[in-house]
């Protein structure tokens, strides 16, 4: 995760000068007594329009992908408690067999391979482009899979840093904005570019921010008051001021905590919540979450830790993170032999790395009519490093303390290894899960796949059966590098999932390769959910008054609708509205609404459905 240097583009070609700002971090010690550091942006620019910028070459990216095999900068060795019996058999694997057909992906084709190994593969849908990021380029794509801009030099977005990768792609849905960030070391620093609109071939505003220690392995979310991240390091509760980085204001902050007693085997990597559909209600606190094997140096028992983290933006020094009741979950083994090596390849005894023991970006958050859900993977070893993934789907009723409300490990056969996974949930309850999947025995080389399953399924399975979306050609050999993640991105439309992952193209040796591709586990199956087959909705402003109408409702059922802002405060709840064929018709007044994006809900607790409206 850490990489050597690589071309970086001249201010002369990016725009206006950087404005330095408060350079050093300040610390303080809040009620807890926890250590809570606090720094405005130390640096900030406008860009130019990615659409100026040069373009990289594909002789350039070759040249440098020959020059950067660097390890990973873990900063422990592992730490694994070596008198723990594993668990003889995973009880929750599916017995069950997929018994539902899957077709070929909706859009399918080839990513950057990018400049390193590994290729580390980041991306998300916006309403027109799919940008994806990997070490150490990215790329904008339009929906039907075209390159229209780049691909580009991480470092175009911050000139003069040094391009190390890294990098993480959000959608902020709630604001219509593109995120990009990337670490930098010697000094360490996180560097983040949120668009100027929602166009991702414009102008960004560029922050950069001094950390502690350096950043690696980032992972970040979107919640309503921040941007908020966890790496590999004591930066392992972060969160940067979204509200200020929307508006292009150069003072935007940055609140740095660790998480306390945080378990793991030497490699910190939990996961901040991050908001899909509605946005979480104003004053709910961003929950993180940490796999927590037996395994590890002074764990006990399987579970995963959560913490609360509570920002305050009036007082950052105030800011606190709190350990929540832990979510006790089926036994696991996330450890594997061999380090770093550890999936077996045909043709070689190189091993690749399965990222043991943390938690699969991302921690995807979903609000419904009276609870809240959360969808996390990890990989498991079944044996003999043979991986399989550990998913699952957990639930609170709008308190914060989280449970399991389904798992299941995903291996429907007895030599393949899965791993390197991510999930998300649509707008029905639908979970698709895609993944890298290798099987030494049956000469099956590193390739991509996914599955999903429909939420009136039985609790604990994939019902669909395994698609492949590539088919890889070569093993990797002389490197056990690989991934270091993937990245499952809910497409606007709420039923379209977008995946970007690694596999292994060429011959001999291999190369590593990124492919990029969507799926519907609803529409792609041909099934009709009920709930959502002629679903309509629209919002429009008429005078003083929001109107809505919701067309197509399941069985006549009540319904709530919520008018919300983009920052998650709830302005108006109208719960309980009756259904008369189908309809509802109702009204929000605007009188007294500020200028800006607002979002209305309308579900119970079988579906939901968000529009978004433009208040002038």
Not at 134 to 139: C, D, E, F, L, W
Not at 328 to 343: L, M, R
Not at 533 to 548: F, K, T, W
């Amino acid at each position: 995760m850490k990489y050597s240097n690589v071309l970086l583009l001249s201010l002369s070609l990016l725009g206006g000068a950087w404005v330095s700002a408060q350079t050093s971090l300040t610390s303080y010690t809040n009620e807890l007594g926890q250590k809570v550091t606090v720094q405005q942006a130390e640096s900030f620019k406008i860009t130019t329009p990615a659409s100026t910028w040069p373009v990289i070459s594909d002789q350039v990216l070759n040249e440098e992908r020959e020059e950067i095999r660097n390890d990973r900068d873990r900063s422990e060795s592992l730490l694994f408690n070596a008198d723990q019996q594993p668990v003889l058999e995973d009880p929750v694997l599916q017995t069950n067999p997929a018994f539902r057909s899957s077709r070929a992906p909706m859009l399918s084709f080839n990513g950057q391979s990018g400049s390193g190994y590994p290729p580390d593969p980041s991306g998300a849908a916006g309403p027109n482009h799919y940008v994806q990021a990997v070490n150490t380029v990215y790329r904008i794509y339009n929906k039907s899979g075209i390159g229209v801009a780049g691909p580009f030099n991480l470092s175009s977005l911050w000139s003069g840093s040094n391009n190390l990768g890294d990098p993480i792609v959000m959608y902020d849905r709630h604001a219509d904005r593109w995120f990009i960030s990337q670490f930098n070391q010697n000094p360490n620093r996180i560097l983040i570019a949120v668009s100027q609109t929602n166009d991702p071939t414009g102008a960004y505003y560029a922050y950069s921010f001094t950390m502690s220690s350096f950043p690696d392995y980032p992972k970040y979310s979107v919640w309503w008051d921040g941007y908020y991240m966890s790496s590999n390091s004591s930066n392992t509760a972060v969160v940067f001021e979204r509200e200020k980085m929307l508006a292009g204001d150069a003072s935007a902050q940055m609140i740095a905590l660790s998480l306390p007693n945080q378990r793991h085997g030497g490699f910190r990597g939990a996961l901040p919540s991050d908001a899909d559909g509605d946005m979480p209600p104003n004053g709910t606190p961003c929950y993180f979450f940490n796999l927590s094997d037996n395994g590890f140096g002074g764990g006990s028992v399987d579970q995963i830790q959560v913490w609360n983290m509570i920002t305050n933006w009036s007082l950052p020094s105030a800011t606190q993170v709190v350990a929540s009741t832990p979510v006790s979950v089926p036994a696991f083994d996330a450890v594997f032999t061999g380090g770093f090596a550890n999936i077996s390849q045909p043709g070689t005894s190189q091993r690749l790395d399965v990222i043991q023991g943390v938690l699969m970006f991302r921690a995807q958050h979903r609000t419904w009519t009276g609870y809240n859900t959360m969808v996390l993977t990890h990989a498991v070893d079944l044996g003999s490093n043979r991986s399989g993934i550990r998913w699952y789907e957990l639930r609170d009723a709008d308190n914060g303390i989280w449970q399991v409300h389904q798992s299941g490990t995903w291996a429907p056969d007895n030599t393949a290894s899965r791993w390197m996974s991510s999930a998300a949930m649509d707008d029905l309850g639908n979970i698709g899960m895609a993944y890298s999947i290798c099987d030494a025995s049956n000469t099956m080389y590193p390739s991509l796949a996914y599955t999903g399953r429909l939420a009136s399924d039985a609790l604990g399975d994939m019902s669909y059966h395994e698609q492949f979306a590539v088919n890889g050609t070569a093993s990797q050999k002389n490197i056990d590098r690989f991934g270091d993640y993937a990245h499952l991105s809910l497409d606007p439309d709420g039923k379209t999932f977008w995946y970007t992952g690694e596999y292994i193209g060429g011959s001999n040796n291999g190369t590593p390769r990124t492919r990029i591709f969507k799926f519907s586990i609803e529409d792609e199956a041909g099934i009709t959910n009920p709930y959502y087959s002629d679903l309509g909705m629209i919002a429009y402003v008429n005078g003083e008054q929001l109107m809505v109408q919701v067309e197509g409702i399941h069985g006549n059922e009540n319904v709530q609708l919520d008018l919300v802002t983009m920052f998650g405060q709830t302005i108006e709840r109208k719960a309980d509205l009756d259904v008369t064929d189908g309809r509802v018709n109702n009204s929000f007044s605007t009188s007294e609404l500020a200028t800006g994006t607002y979002f209305v809900r309308v579900g119970n607790q079988n579906f939901q459905k968000v529009v978004k409206v433009i208040i002038q």
